[in-house]
């Protein structure tokens, strides 16, 4: 079982990147899966997350990321995504993707397997 995170860059401000996240030994969409991010001198902090299809549908988004991020799934690709939009130098964090227990209205809860990060920069 492995999830591995990918994508990260250097992206200036006002640009885009397109994490993704892809899964080997388990199917993905039976999987709640979460985005976390953790920046130099900080705690890790959650970012987005997206039911199973087994779930509720819920799909969630920290306040900070609202309206600039969006979360998917590729059944065929196995692969999770996060598009991330309008990137400011307050995104620059090691970006990590794992499976979670749930996802909430409020964030997820529990935690699984986890991905290796990969480095997201944005440059002012």
């Known amino acids: 079982v492995q999830l591995q995170a990918f994508g990260g860059g250097l992206v200036q401000a006002g640009g885009s990147l397109t994490l993704s996240c892809a899964a080997s030994?388990?199917?993905?969409?039976?999987?709640?899966i979460g985005w976390f991010r953790e920046a130099p001198g900080k705690e890790r902090e959650g970012v987005s997350c997206i039911s199973s299809r087994n779930g509720d549908g819920t799909i969630w988004y920290n306040d900070f990321v609202k309206g600039r991020f969006r979360i998917s799934k590729d059944k065929k690709k196995n692969t999770a995504f996060l598009q991330m939009n309008s990137l400011t130098p307050e995104d620059t964090a090691v970006y990590f993707c794992?499976?979670?227990?749930?996802?909430?209205?409020?964030?997820?809860?529990?935690?699984?397997?986890w991905g290796q990060g990969t480095l997201v920069t944005v440059s002012s």
């Open positions: 030994g388990f199917t993905l969409d039976d999987e709640t």
């Open positions: 794992a499976t979670v227990g749930f996802c909430r209205d409020y964030g997820s809860e529990g935690f699984g397997y």
